[in-house]
């Protein structure tokens, strides 16, 4: 019975194993944008921006011409008298210049708050394709072993039955199925979870034939650490967002001091009384120097601690990439470690020798299975914790494949 048994297991457990072809980074990424272009948090900043955008537009304009009629009714006999005035305000000629600077930095901050919802639109959707990979392909991982257990379970049940194997041999198995189906059960909720995450960001819509599209991990490699750290201040789009506010606080700066000279007013008057005809220029002065106190120096404070913050920002961000970037390269040299490892059968096949030749036992050997079963498990988690860090680093500096406007 029992080399029925170990005959019948070795069939189950020398099943090859077929890998699919990865696809590439840039084949990834279209994946990834097609999902993140159906983003409602992207829709919502791209509108917003078309708003911010909008709004700039009309505020450094002329003032409305305003238009006034008077009309005073006299006594009896004298008749009455009415006027017309048109006139128009306009300020110290400075200020148009000084707020369309900062209309350009404010639309610059309203461009990077979009890329900085593309970018978490895109990062978020990616490592959540490379999680369902994760998890679908640790399901199948486990999935095999629960099966594997259960042959082998019936298997002895069958021989205890028949006073061939001992009890405390099934019993054995019996946890072991335990925990074969509990770690079954925690990647399949991994799974759901990566699914429900990814519909979340496709607005809810389906993602089944995407996934169809990636049956494994995507091949993405590191660039140098200079090349991240030298294009921050290029791409980074919370640090843009950072530095053109501070940008737009600079211009306030110019917007304050051209704010204490005069504005004007311009019009014209035609008024009619007792049968005469008045025509006249009227001039209006505004005297904001009066008021304005210390709105420049307030100005001035509000540009040095922002850039101050954005510099804190940038060094922050390095240091954050520096980081994410060190460990992606032990994860790498780690998951390259494994592979040379388990890239072939061959610890399987010394375990079937050593069973066949009766050196180790059927528990034993199903205790070594085991123990390759969490090798791989683990494998599967350094290669997906390597790609989870190097494409939040490679989406920092590779263009989207749509358009945000």
């Known amino acids: ?15 090859p ?33 078309a708003s911010v955008n909008a709004s700039l537009s009309i505020n450094n304009r002329l003032p409305a011409p305003e238009l006034s009629f008077g009309h005073l009714w006299g006594q009896r006999g004298i008749g009455n008298k009415w006027n017309v005035e ?16 900062a209309n350009r930095y404010q639309s610059l901050a309203s461009e990077a708050s979009v890329a900085k919802s593309i970018y978490d639109a895109r990062c978020n959707t990616a490592q959540a394709l490379i999680s369902a990979i994760y998890y679908d392909k640790l399901t199948q991982l486990y999935s095999s072993n629960l ?26 198995l019996k946890i072991d199925r335990i925990a074969a189906n509990r770690a079954l059960a925690s990647a399949k909720e991994g799974y759901t979870e990566s699914i429900a995450l990814l519909r979340e960001l496709n607005n809810n819509e389906g993602v089944d034939d995407i996934l169809s599209l990636l049956p494994d991990f995507p091949d993405i ?23 053109h506010q501070a940008g737009v606080t600079k211009a306030n700066v110019k917007l304050a001091q051209q704010s204490k000279y005069p504005g004007f007013s311009l019009g ?18 505004t005297l904001p120097f009066l008021t304005s106190g210390k709105s420049v120096t ?3 404070l509000e540009q040095l601690a922002l850039e101050a913050e954005a510099d804190a920002l940038q060094t922050a961000i390095a240091s954050r990439i520096t980081g994410l970037y060190n460990r992606a390269l032990i994860l790498y040299d780690e998951q390259t470690q494994y592979s040379k490892v388990l890239s072939d059968d061959d610890s399987v096949r010394l375990l079937n020798l050593a069973l066949r030749q009766g050196h180790i036992t059927l528990i034993d050997y199903m205790l070594q299975v085991n123990f390759f ?15 989870q860090a190097a494409i939040a680093l490679n989406l920092q500096i590779l263009p989207t494949g749509f358009s945000a406007q």
């Open 17 to 49: 194993v077929v890998n699919a072809e990865r696809i590439s980074q840039s084949s990834f990424l279209s994946i990834v944008d097609n999902i993140a272009i159906n983003n409602k948090e992207v829709t919502a900043a791209i509108a917003q921006d």
């Open 221 to 243: 490699n590191l660039l140098g650490l200079n090349t991240y750290v030298a294009e921050i201040s290029r791409y980074n789009a919370e640090l843009n967002y950072k530095q």
């Open 1 to 15: 019975m029992k080399h029925k048994v170990i005959s019948i297991y070795l069939l189950l457990i020398c099943s």
């Open 373 to 387: 079963t969490e090798a791989k498990a683990t494998y599967l988690e350094v290669q997906h914790d390597y790609l």
């Open 268 to 285: 014209y008057s035609h008024e009619y009384e007792m049968g005469e005809n008045f025509n006249g220029l009227t001039v209006g002065i």
């Open 86 to 101: 048109v006139s128009q305000s306009f300020d110290w000629p400075g200020m148009y210049s000084a707020r369309r600077e």
């Open 298 to 300: 307030a100005a001035r």
């Open 147 to 172: 099966s594997r257990v259960d042959s082998l379970l019936d298997l002895y049940n069958r021989g205890y039955k028949m006073g061939e194997i001992s009890i405390l041999d099934v019993n054995k």
